[in-house]
């Protein structure tokens, strides 16, 4: 280091003092103070550290970025005006050098806020334009319906609507009355009604003579919902058909609209070319999350500017509202039919499971049903994840008399829908299954849900498997067998302990596990943030729609 330094010179040096007589320093790193700039860029004051390569040195680099913000600060205009908003905020210029040479630790965090309200607002002001653009070039179809179909359903329900689906109707209705197509976003808990607000808003296309597509992200979805189009439909004359990839009655004339308006329920098989309404006036999509931006479009454009009601129980965060969905109204459902009993949660360890297994069996005697959720088909993990198909034995035995059904994707459609069939009607008293029906599958009978390696799930998962249970009038227990070696898996089960609240699991969730895990692969069309952070920016997020509505008004 000899060469580094001159007879004379005032060094900093910084490092772990490994010893005292004589003191000694590994590797230290080092300052020469000297007079002028140079000082007080690299010294006495918060100093940015830069990734570098070989041959590029910190203390170089450093000097080279001052010099550049020096040179170029004053060019950088801000990329929409501040007049009226945003003041309490830097100019971007400001940003820009507070977030490489901040005088305090907290400027630097109000200039990562100013640079994330730029990304934010970019955002939202395509989001806007687009939205304004569609409406533009397109024209509704009249969809209010007369209600000469909606009130003989309603009479004949068994039960009163919410205040909840009452009021999200309304909404429907004056959107599907309106001059623009209906795009709305539907969200409501697990268990909240939202099948009857879409029976309802398919009914009000049907009166106005256009036909409806309901498509689902499984076939156990689709045929469930199915059975209960037809139940409700059929008395009305209204013709139900499923177009599924295994099923197709798709051509028929009910569904091409030689019979009258029809309803076609489907999955992914809807997209396909083979699906071809000729008067399609409403666009219903189930569970949303699982399915594509772009494949929501490509069901769309089968029509005339169809109306379009996207549905899911999984609730969304509020800044993923505003950002992936932000082109679409959004109606909040809350609460739940009355007459239902109360869902508790409870988590345990595997050595528990002795106990858990005599809870169940006194639930099973008492006349209720079960289900048990694995998360593999059929090769058993590490760390002992356990697998469908290797513990189904194991499980008839533990539950002796008690008849156990299996269902998971491997098998054929045919084969699930008996097995799906035989739990409905308490032939099969314990369905022994994976993650396949966390959404759609409806047995009031069904109180128990047993949840083996837990920690393998996200907590929305875990929410919308624990909406199996407690759809009928008897409390319901869900119980869930985790390892949680970790600190971060026990916080986030102790979150579904805590509370059946969709919202604030959505919202636990986004915390622990971030935007793009908790979105996964299906939905296109997120940036990456560079500045921006979803789980903590939901002020930003709002302000920067206000200042692009403006924006795209002005333009």
Not at 6 to 23: H, M, N, S, T, W
Not at 77 to 93: G, I, K, M
Not at 225 to 249: D, I
Not at 257 to 281: D, W
Request: net charge positive; aromatic share 8%; proline share 5%.
């Amino acid at each position: 280091m000899e060469k580094n330094f001159a007879v004379g010179d005032e060094v900093f040096v910084y490092g772990k003092v490994l010893q005292v007589k004589p003191r000694t320093m590994d590797h230290p790193d080092t300052e020469i103070v000297e007079d002028g700039e140079e000082s007080s860029i690299h010294l006495n004051r918060i100093v940015p550290i830069y990734p570098l390569t070989e041959g590029l040195p910190q203390r170089w680099l450093r000097s080279l970025i001052w010099r550049t913000l020096e040179l170029f600060e004053s060019k950088l205009e801000d990329p929409w005006p501040r007049e009226s908003f945003a003041t309490f905020l830097p100019s971007r210029a400001e940003a820009i050098r507070t977030l490489h040479f901040p005088e305090a630790v907290e400027d630097a965090d109000r200039a990562r806020r100013r640079l994330a309200l730029d990304e934010f607002v970019e955002l939202q002001r395509q989001i806007q334009a687009r939205r304004r653009n569609f409406e533009t070039k397109s024209q509704a179809l009249p969809c209010r319906g007369d209600n000469r179909l909606m009130k003989p359903f309603l009479a004949k329900l068994g039960f009163k609507l919410t205040e909840a689906q009452t009021k999200v109707l309304r909404e429907l209705r004056q959107d599907m009355g309106g001059e623009h197509p209906m795009r709305r976003l539907l969200q409501g808990d697990v268990g909240s009604g939202k099948t009857v607000v879409a029976a309802c808003c398919a009914l009000m296309a049907i009166e106005s003579g256009y036909d409806v597509a309901l498509m689902a992200p499984t076939e156990i979805l689709a045929e469930q919902h199915l059975q209960n189009f037809r139940k409700w439909f059929e008395p009305l004359g209204v013709k139900v058909a499923l177009q599924t990839g295994s099923y197709k009655s798709g051509q028929s004339a009910a569904v091409t609209g030689k019979r009258g308006p029809s309803l076609t329920v489907g999955t992914h098989a809807l997209i396909e070319s083979g699906f071809a309404p000729e008067n399609l006036g409403l666009v219903i999509i189930d569970e949303q999350h699982r399915f594509g931006v772009a494949q929501r479009e490509k069901l769309v454009r089968k029509g005339r500017y169809p109306h379009l009601l996207v549905m899911t129980a999984t609730p969304i965060p509020r800044t993923l509202g505003l950002t992936v969905y932000g082109e679409l109204d959004v109606s909040v459902m809350g609460g739940f039919p009355p007459g239902r009993g109360k869902i508790k949660t409870f988590v345990r360890t595997a050595d528990k499971l002795p106990q858990v297994w005599e809870f169940m069996l006194g639930k099973l005697k008492a006349g209720r049903q079960a289900y048990v959720v694995y998360p593999r088909v059929e090769e058993s993990g590490p760390n002992g994840v356990k697998a469908v198909t290797s513990e189904f034995e194991n499980l008839r035995k533990t539950l002796h008399p008690y008849r156990v059904g299996l269902v998971h994707g491997a098998l054929r459609s045919k084969e699930k829908e008996e097995v799906m069939n035989a739990f409905r009607t308490n032939r099969v008293q314990v369905l022994l299954a994976t993650s396949l029906i966390e959404v759609g599958v409806d047995v009031p009978n069904a109180t128990i849900m047993l949840i083996e390696n837990a920690e393998q799930f996200g907590l929305a998962q875990l929410h919308q498997l624990r909406g199996r249970i407690g759809r009928g009038a008897h409390n319901a227990f869900c119980i869930l067998i985790a390892a949680a070696r970790s600190k971060e898996s026990r916080e986030r089960l102790r979150v579904l302990e805590q509370t059946n609240d969709g919202f604030e699991i959505a919202e636990a969730d986004l915390k622990m596990r971030g935007p793009g895990e908790l979105l996964g692969q299906q939905q296109s069309g997120l940036p990456r943030f560079r500045f921006g952070d979803l789980s903590a920016d939901w002020d930003l997020i709002q302000q920067a729609k206000s200042i692009a509505a403006r924006l795209v008004d002005k333009n």
